[in-house]
């Protein structure tokens, strides 16, 4: 406030008077407030704004601010925003804040406001499937990236990591899980038997923490299991007729299957590449399925006149997903199988027996398959036999035999005889 002095002296019988005018202010400054960063949560600098405000002061005020409450700055006139500096060490800061009238030097404050320092680079890590992980299904629906703290969910618009071998340019979504789980949708299988790399983005817009860091580039890897079958053991041999390929397959999947679609590629003595060839081995008209744990044989022959094909490499599919199957009957289990010997003969190495049908159903079309080993438990050679209408309760003799044509049954020490009934 504005207040007026008047004095009043006599001199020589005369009285004089003299006033002046002087600023008085008996309020303080009143109702202060502070924010940091206009109230932010946190920061990775050490460099902040402070948005300063009171009323209640007419008079020339001045400031004075502490990043402890005990050391302050030096007195400097107000101003509604100020740069301070913070102290250099990770956490939670506090900025003090006071003002006085420079008048009657009345004070007010302090006061203060919180933010947290947060200057670390953020880490993840692959938790769904867990990094170096193997035997990963290559049916999972997503995979999950965890961070050691919160993330800005709007800082990276589509999924924030890279899966190698995977992505075919498109960008892949995902959601998040709270403010520090990420989950990546996969819009298609991968592959079976493969190593995958997955990595974090990185650049000027990669995935920031609440503080504004990026997170640290990271990889990891993980490998899938091999596909619905395993091919157990394969074999090639050579005729004048052509080149035999025989194998045995094993359903390695949770699922039953009617169809096993086979892509083998073959190769010459030097490992190069010569061509593909497609085939399946098909339970359909067994009315049957291939169920987990099941093993299957295959053979077939294709044409070689100069012998060139020294190896092949066969993979083992599910020929299309109306193959796969939650229930339905295993192999016609109505037929047993007695009185089985075997060993060399006049013609090649033979099996023979007795299969009696005890089940319920009249089989149309029986067929026996066996396949030959070595002492090693190598595979040699596959041979098969079919007999027609084996009615409720009736019994036929059977044999299966292989000859030199099929493969080196010279070295024969063990076998698996394969028995279906169709309908």
């Known amino acids: 406030m504005k207040s007026t002095l008047a004095i009043s002296i006599v001199v020589c019988g005369l009285m004089l008077t003299a006033g002046c005018t002087f600023q008085t202010d008996s309020t303080a400054p009143k109702d202060l407030k502070i924010l940091i960063n206009n109230g932010a949560k946190s920061t990775n600098i050490t460099t902040v704004e402070l948005q300063l405000s009171m009323n209640g002061s007419e008079g020339p005020t001045k400031m004075s601010f502490s990043n402890d409450g005990a050391t302050w700055s030096g007195w400097a006139s107000y101003n509604s925003h100020v740069?301070?500096?913070?102290?250099?060490?990770?956490?939670?800061?506090?900025?003090?804040?006071?003002?006085?009238?420079?008048?009657?030097?009345?004070?007010?404050?302090?006061?203060?406001?919180?933010?947290?320092?947060?200057?670390?680079?953020?880490?993840?890590?692959?938790?769904?499937?867990?990094?170096?992980?193997?035997?990963?299904?290559?049916?999972?629906?997503?995979?999950?990236?965890?961070?050691?703290?919160?993330?800005?969910l709007d800082s990276f618009g589509a999924c924030p990591f890279s899966i190698h071998g995977y992505q075919t340019g498109e960008s892949m979504s995902g959601y998040?899980?709270?403010?520090?789980?990420?989950?990546?949708?996969?819009?298609?299988?991968?592959?079976?038997?493969?190593?995958?790399?997955?990595?974090?983005?990185?650049?000027?817009?990669?995935?920031?923490?609440?503080?504004?860091?990026?997170?640290?580039?990271?990889?990891?890897?993980?490998?899938?299991?091999?596909?619905?079958?395993?091919?157990?053991?394969?074999?090639?041999?050579?005729?004048?007729?052509?080149?035999?390929?025989?194998?045995?397959?094993?359903?390695?999947?949770?699922?039953?299957?009617?169809?096993?679609?086979?892509?083998?590629?073959?190769?010459?003595?030097?490992?190069?590449?010569?061509?593909?060839?497609?085939?399946?081995?098909?339970?359909?008209?067994?009315?049957?399925?291939?169920v987990p744990g099941d093993t299957a044989p295959y053979s077939t022959k294709v044409i070689d006149e100069q012998g060139v094909i020294k190896d092949v490499d066969i993979k083992a599919g599910t020929n299309a997903a109306g193959d796969m199957w939650t229930t339905k009957d295993n192999f016609y289990k109505g037929l047993t199988v007695f009185n089985t010997t075997s060993g060399f003969d006049s013609g090649g190495y033979t099996v023979s027996g007795k299969v009696k049908n005890t089940g319920n159903k009249s089989v149309g079309d029986l067929q026996l398959q066996a396949a030959f080993y070595d002492s090693t438990g190598g595979l040699i050679c596959i041979g098969g036999a079919g007999y027609q209408n084996l009615g409720t309760g009736m019994t036929v003799d059977f044999g299966v035999s292989v000859g030199s044509d099929l493969g080196n049954i010279s070295k024969i020490s063990t076998y698996h005889l394969y028995i279906y009934g169709g309908f």
């Not at 933010?115 to 769904?128: G, K, M, N, R």
């Open 83 to 152: 740069t301070w500096a913070l102290s250099s060490e990770d956490g939670i800061k506090t900025v003090y804040f006071k003002v006085k009238n420079t008048v009657n030097n009345k004070l007010a404050g302090p006061v203060n406001a919180t933010i947290l320092l947060d200057t670390t680079t953020p880490t993840a890590t692959l938790s769904v499937p867990s990094a170096g992980a193997v035997g990963v299904d290559f049916n999972i629906p997503s995979i999950t990236v965890s961070f050691n703290e919160e993330m800005q």
């Open 176 to 290: 998040w899980l709270g403010h520090d789980k990420y989950v990546c949708n996969l819009t298609k299988n991968l592959s079976p038997a493969s190593k995958y790399v997955v990595e974090t983005d990185s650049g000027p817009h990669g995935l920031k923490d609440a503080a504004g860091n990026l997170v640290k580039v990271t990889n990891w890897t993980f490998t899938t299991r091999p596909g619905y079958f395993q091919v157990l053991s394969k074999a090639i041999y050579h005729t004048n007729d052509g080149t035999r390929v025989y194998a045995v397959v094993k359903n390695i999947d949770n699922f039953s299957f009617e169809n096993i679609g086979l892509d083998l590629s073959f190769k010459d003595s030097s490992g190069k590449f010569l061509f593909n060839m497609h085939d399946h081995v098909n339970f359909i008209q067994y009315n049957a399925l291939m």
